[in-house]
């Protein structure tokens, strides 16, 4: 895979060990297909997009992220359902917004388009997550509840943060922000009042705080926003109707 800055792919930038692979799809790639305002690397069926192109598109990630298997792909409600990768068939589809697993050659996968998709691994190499969080999803314990499904301690964890709508870009109104306080007052930090009733909003601060209750300490990534750069990212704030990119963690099965 290209590790270039113009890459279709992001790689994550984290200390992880080197049989947890994972990547961040961009919105174009070579020979991806999806049309108008899909173009070209749209990887959601969810959307309006035609089906045969996204699948065509899912086919083309699997060989130009040489996965060793299909993705899990999950149903996501912004809830805080997580589910275990290996136990659910990749054509499943299951409700939840992150997914674990322990076992080499299991794709875990979230599609975003400005909300913050979270990659966690242990510091053994033998078990990751990712997880789909937008405001909603924090808010409810997304992130908590991805901690608790795995097996690793929190101190052991890893965690890179992929695309998502930056600080600079993501505005939200006064209930939202009260939401989050009555929840937990240190994220008072991540908003910045704007005009009356409106702030602005950094999701990465939010994760961070919302990890940092459960006793995770390192985190990784955060800098790259999906409103702010319509060349290589999706984002549903700034287009409306749009394309998802994918996020996905595995382990690599040992070579024979």
Partial sequence: MQTEANSCLILPQWPAPSMVHGLTTTRYAP????????????????????????????????????????????NQLHSNTVVYADKVSS????????????????????????????????????????AHAGWRGLLGGILEQTVLQMYAKPADLLVWFGPAIGPAAFEVREDVRQLFYHKNRQTGLAFKKTDPGHYLCDIYQLATIMLKTTGVRAFYGGNLCTFNN???????????????????????????
């Fill in 31 to 74: 020979g991806a297909c999806s049309p108008g305002r899909y173009a070209a690397f749209n990887l959601a069926l969810h959307t309006d997009d035609n089906m045969a192109s996204v699948q065509a598109n899912r086919h083309h990630l699997m060989a130009l992220a040489r996965l060793p298997s299909a993705p899990v792909w999950l």
């Fill in 91 to 130: 054509s499943a589809n299951v409700d939840a917004d992150a997914s674990v697993t322990r076992k080499a050659g299991t794709v875990c996968a979230v599609l975003t388009a400005d909300c913050l998709p979270v990659f966690f691994c242990n510091r053994a190499g033998n078990e990751v997550a990712v």
């Fill in 230 to 256: 319509a060349e290589r990212f999706y984002s549903y704030r700034r287009d409306g109707e749009t394309g998802r990119m994918a996020s996905l963690i595995w382990l690599q099965p040992l070579s024979t």
